[in-house]
């Protein structure tokens, strides 16, 4: 990794990138296991034991158990759980809930980190107004890893999830909130590292995007207000109105043809391309 100096961000060989993207697949893989077992009756800790074995069984640790003081392999965010939930066998998940599963994996040293938010029960299943929460949320993602290019500036990308959430509310009739209180952030030796990702505009446009640059896409999303507060736990963070909230979350990286998708399973292909974004497969 370059050093990071005031205007510089690290960035990545190609030999590093092809390392990340072992991490990040184990990782999208892990979250695509869940998402294919997830019924109702389970327990969040279910899902926690599931991914664990997942991880280990293909040769990557769980780094979220790397980060002091957490013990599990995912942060499991029930309804308005905006971020870093608990796992925990008192936690039965119902039909029609809104679940936020966060994972990531280390493997030889390198790290993955992704989110997605799913529905118990299937979307059929949900209450609609979470459909158009979750859909709003992973389409603001997406147009945030659409405006990471190289040569394009770092908080470009929170303008553009801002600016998906804010045309996203005017197509649903709502005002969604955009979390403040938590941001995206580079990853690579480390899984947060810096710079900090913004979700929202900021003045400053921030330093160039370098060929090699590695960062972790996260809008937080809120059905109503976005003020929260963290439980006694010291963990999870809920909206003050208790209304609902969604997390979508990928580890992207800059190439010099394009970007590529670390933690997508076909390495953004699908989304991008609609977007008319090149994208370069690290596979």
């Known amino acids: 990794m370059l050093g990071l100096g005031r205007n510089r961000l690290p960035s990545r060989t190609p030999e590093q990138l092809a390392a990340m993207r072992v991490a990040g697949l184990l990782t999208g893989r892990t979250l695509a296991m869940l998402e294919a077992e997830l019924t109702p009756g389970m327990t ?5 034991r599931l991914a664990e074995a997942f991880i280990r069984d293909h040769g990557g640790i769980p780094n979220f158990q790397l980060v002091d003081g957490y013990e599990h392999t995912l942060c499991t965010s029930v309804n308005e759980q905006i971020v870093h939930g608990i796992p925990s066998s008192s936690v039965v998940l119902r039909e029609g809930d809104l679940l936020s599963i966060d994972c990531g994996a280390e493997v030889d040293g390198w790290n993955g980190d992704s989110a997605v938010t799913l529905f118990v029960g299937g979307r059929a299943a949900a209450r609609p107004e979470d459909v ?7 389409a603001s993602m997406w147009a945030g890893i659409a ?3 190289v040569g394009g500036r770092l908080n470009d990308i929170g303008a553009a999830i801002e600016d998906s959430i804010v045309e996203a509310g005017r197509r649903d009739g709502h005002e969604y909130g ?3 209180d938590y941001v995206g952030h580079g990853i690579g030796e480390s899984m947060h590292l810096e710079p900090q990702v913004f979700n929202y505009r900021i003045r400053q446009r921030g330093p160039a995007l370098p060929v090699g640059a ?6 937080m999303i809120t059905w109503g207000n976005q003020a929260n ?11 003050d ?3 609902r909230a969604s997390h979508w979350e990928h580890s992207v990286a800059t190439t010099e043809g394009g970007v590529t998708v670390l933690t997508a399973i076909d390495g953004g292909v699908e989304r991008l391309s609609a977007l008319g974004v090149p994208v370069v497969s690290l596979d």
Request: hydrophobic share 45%; glycine share 0%.
């Open 44 to 48: 969040t800790l279910d899902l926690d």
């Open 132 to 138: 158009l929460l979750s859909d709003a949320t992973e």
């Open 147 to 149: 405006a990471m290019r």
């Open 178 to 180: 955009i979390v403040q």
């Open 214 to 219: 590695t960062l972790a896409i996260e809008p």
């Open 229 to 239: 507060h963290v439980l006694a736990d010291e963990w999870t963070v809920v909206t």
């Open 241 to 243: 109105d208790r209304q």
